[in-house]
């Protein structure tokens, strides 16, 4: 019998790290102003703490390769576990469309080295195809990636924390750090922000769903996201620090402020430095997708197994098990938005980031939305089920836990897609955003529609409990 590699503890805490310590959003997160660290605390105790409860509980309670679909499927039906799965895959390609088009830009920034054209379309499009083929593999293969990418990642958010406290004492601030300023404002702006923060908390559940590639996942899923919580927590708050003494948060772009951050932190003497920094970013940026495919495709696969998505998610090797159809769709796909750069550039949308990074942040978002009730309902419905980790919490406490992060979930989807204020910036930043999220939740609809219609008319019946 062959012999699989499996993941350790160290592993596991080391992974964690990877799939939810997300270096590129930090500055996006940091365009808050000096009220990001309430946000950030707020957001630590009233969606991190609960979602990684709640994780470790699912994760350890419900071990199927399905994860997020798993969960909500039992609690809700197949429907609502498909339109979970379908928000859960499609952020995928759109996060990594977006991260390949950074890669040429951070070369630039690094090196002052300046591409054409035609190579800055070229280099995003091998970065996808390098990490969908590293994607094709278990993660146990892979796992040297994800650990080393986690030490860069470790590196980058503590160098810059501890270069920005250095900076802070010997020259200053370019923020006012007082408590009037790091109180929150409320204004549409910095609430729109908040799902950036939340999405840097996300990705527990993919660790929860490797239980299959663990050593003892019933004891090692709750270590490594409590271990790992406390670190990434840390982490955070630091790099967070190192970009608001460095940059003036009115003069922050989105997604070249940490790079930027380190160039002023460090000056023209500590160039050799960025370009480190810069080389160890841009292998986070292919370790983050590399580690959040696995988890991705795992649960497109198994939802197709189960006839919520369309068959050709379920296509998979025979040699290795893994998920073949997937992956596969995410590069085509994200090589079709990079394709897509000439064409909104003619057009003057040059943010194309930031663009990108929305639609993906608000898919993924609501892909959660499902998690938290599911995770209350199956402690009604399942209650003799056996839970290696169970939250310590019933009644009233139990209901804070599941809805106040879900609240904060539908808000900052509403905050980042709806315009509320009407002014013409922000509708002409929300507006194509809010057009692109009903057409994604259409698409979903038919898709998995269809994909019901086809296991109806191949068995006669199907259990469904959210057939409307």
């Known amino acids: 019998m062959e012999s699989k590699k499996k993941l350790r503890l160290f592993d596991s805490v080391l992974m964690a790290v990877t799939v939810v310590l997300v270096a590129e959003s930090v500055a996006p997160a940091a365009a808050v102003g000096p009220s990001q660290f309430f946000w950030w605390i707020l957001l630590l105790l009233g969606f991190f703490l609960p979602y990684g409860l709640v994780s470790a509980e699912l994760g350890t309670t419900y071990d199927d390769e ?27 390609p759109l996060w990594m469309g977006s991260l390949a ?85 409320l204004d549409i702006t910095s609430l729109s922000f908040l799902s950036v923060i939340i999405f840097n908390f996300l990705g527990f559940e993919v660790v929860a769903s490797m239980s299959g590639e663990m050593n003892n996942p019933q004891k090692d899923i709750p270590k490594a996201l409590i271990m790992g919580g406390i670190l990434i927590a840390v982490f955070y708050l630091l790099a967070a620090f190192g970009i608001g003494v460095a940059v003036p948060f009115d003069q922050l ?22 370009t480190i920094i810069g080389l160890m970013f841009i292998f986070t940026l292919a370790a983050n997708l590399i580690s959040w495919a696995y988890g991705v495709n795992y649960v497109a696969l198994y939802a197709s ?110 905050f980042t897609i709806v315009p509320l ?21 259409v698409a979903g609809e038919l898709l998995i529609h269809r994909s019901l219609k086809q296991k109806r008319n191949d068995k006669g019946d199907i259990h469904d409990e959210n057939i409307a």
């Not at 399905?66 to 576990?81: C, H, L, T």
């Not at 997604?255 to 380190?262: A, H, K, P, T, W």
């Not at 930031?354 to 399942?382: E, G, H, Q």
């Open 253 to 274: 772009t989105t997604d070249s402020g940490l790079i930027d951050s380190f160039s002023i932190l460090v000056g023209p003497a500590g160039a050799w430095f960025v």
């Open 101 to 185: 088009v950074l890669i040429p830009t951070t070369i630039t920034q690094i090196s002052g080295f300046k591409f054409g054209s035609v190579s800055s379309i070229v280099i995003p499009i091998v970065f996808i195809w390098l990490v969908t083929g590293v994607s094709l593999f278990r993660i146990s293969d892979s796992k040297w990636i994800l650990n080393l990418a986690a030490i860069f990642k470790v590196f980058i958010m503590v160098s810059l924390g501890a270069i920005g406290i250095y900076f802070a004492v010997t020259k200053g601030l370019a923020n006012t750090f007082t408590i009037k300023t790091m109180m929150p404002s």
């Open 66 to 92: 399905g994860g997020i679909y798993d969960w909500v499927k039992r609690a809700f039906g197949p429907r609502n576990g498909g339109r979970v799965a379908w928000y859960y895959w499609i952020n995928y």
């Open 421 to 441: 204020d009407f002014s013409e910036e922000e509708v002409m930043f929300k507006l194509p955003l809010l057009i692109g999220t009903i057409i994604a939740v």
């Open 305 to 414: 197994e189960n006839n919520s998505l369309p068959k050709i998610f379920k296509w998979k090797s025979d040699k290795t098990d893994m998920p073949i159809g997937a992956p596969l769709l995410n590069g085509m796909l994200a090589s079709i938005l990079v394709l897509l750069i000439p064409v909104m550039n003619y057009f003057g949308l040059e943010d194309i980031f930031w663009s990108f990074f929305a639609l993906n942040l608000v898919t993924l978002l609501a892909s959660y939305i499902f998690m938290f009730p599911a995770f209350l309902k199956l402690r009604k419905i399942d209650p003799d089920r056996e839970r290696p980790f169970k939250v310590k919490a019933t009644g009233f406490l139990l209901k804070i836990i599941t809805y106040v992060p879900l609240v904060l979930l539908v808000s900052s989807v509403i």
